[in-house]
């Protein structure tokens, strides 16, 4: 039996998971559960005792309110996550907290959230809210299917890459074609879904690279994804 323990932590699941994006740790939990792994599946919300052993960090998107729930929290606990994201720790953070980990995240009233500039990004509310299926195309993941729902328009600094080119959809912006933003293993994106049942190989990227970082090789085995393959051709024929 596979002795080999990786941890997941959920980041603000009780303020920043309002479109099912919890979904996305359980993919995590079972694709390494699949693959012979046990897996620590942990939360994290205001207040508690930052983990000190944690090999992926997942986190998802919220309203205004719960951005400003988490701030002083999440900027407490800034020195941990950088210190984390520079190690290379595999991270995902989708739409709220995709927000946050950039500069700042000015509201539609003019109010600022200040992030804690992991992507060097910056975000503004606009009064258009961007709606609809997505579909990107990355250099690393191939073709990406989500969901976005979002106000907040994000643009990249000259240290940010983008995850990949929207072919469908509006992406961080209505300005250029980016999605999404990368930092060394941390990804952030607007698309929701939940991201990973439909894109295993985002999900799979997160569990070699954790693995890898633990415990220097990761044992591979092939996993039946017919069911996400499905998913994937239903959602390339729906519409905006």
């Not at 959920?10 to 939990?29: C, E, F, H, S, T």
């Not at 995902?92 to 539609?108: D, N, R, V």
């Not at 933003?181 to 954790?210: C, E, M």
Request: with cysteine; charged share 20%; hydrophobic share 35%.
């Amino acid at each position: 039996m596979n002795e080999q323990t990786i941890t997941i932590l959920q980041l603000y699941p009780r303020d920043m998971n309002i479109y099912g994006d919890y979904g996305n740790a359980l993919v995590l939990k079972r694709r390494l559960e699949w693959r012979g792994y046990n897996v620590k599946l942990m939360s994290y919300n205001p207040g508690d005792a930052f983990p000190t052993d944690v090999d992926i960090i997942v986190g998802g998107g919220g309203q205004d309110s719960g951005q400003l729930k988490i701030q002083s929290d999440l900027l407490a606990i800034t020195p941990q996550l950088k210190k984390l994201a520079d190690s290379g720790t595999p991270m995902l953070m989708i739409c709220g907290l995709y927000q946050l980990f950039g500069a700042f995240f000015e509201t539609s009233s003019g109010t600022v959230i200040e992030g804690i500039g992991i992507f060097d990004t910056r975000t503004y509310g606009r009064s258009e809210r961007l709606i609809g299926n997505t579909v990107v195309e990355s250099v690393d993941f191939g073709t990406i299917y989500g969901y976005e729902n979002h106000s907040g328009q994000t643009f990249l600094g000259k240290k940010a890459q983008p995850l990949g080119t929207i072919q469908l959809g509006a992406g961080n912006n209505t300005e250029d074609a980016h999605e999404g933003a990368r930092y060394k293993n941390v990804i952030g994106s607007y698309l929701h879904g939940s991201l990973l049942p439909k894109n295993p190989a985002i999900a799979d990227f997160l569990i070699k690279t954790a693995v890898t970082n633990k415990y220097g090789t990761f044992k591979d085995i092939a996993i039946d994804d017919s069911f996400a393959f499905s998913a994937r051709k239903a959602a390339a024929k729906r519409p905006r």
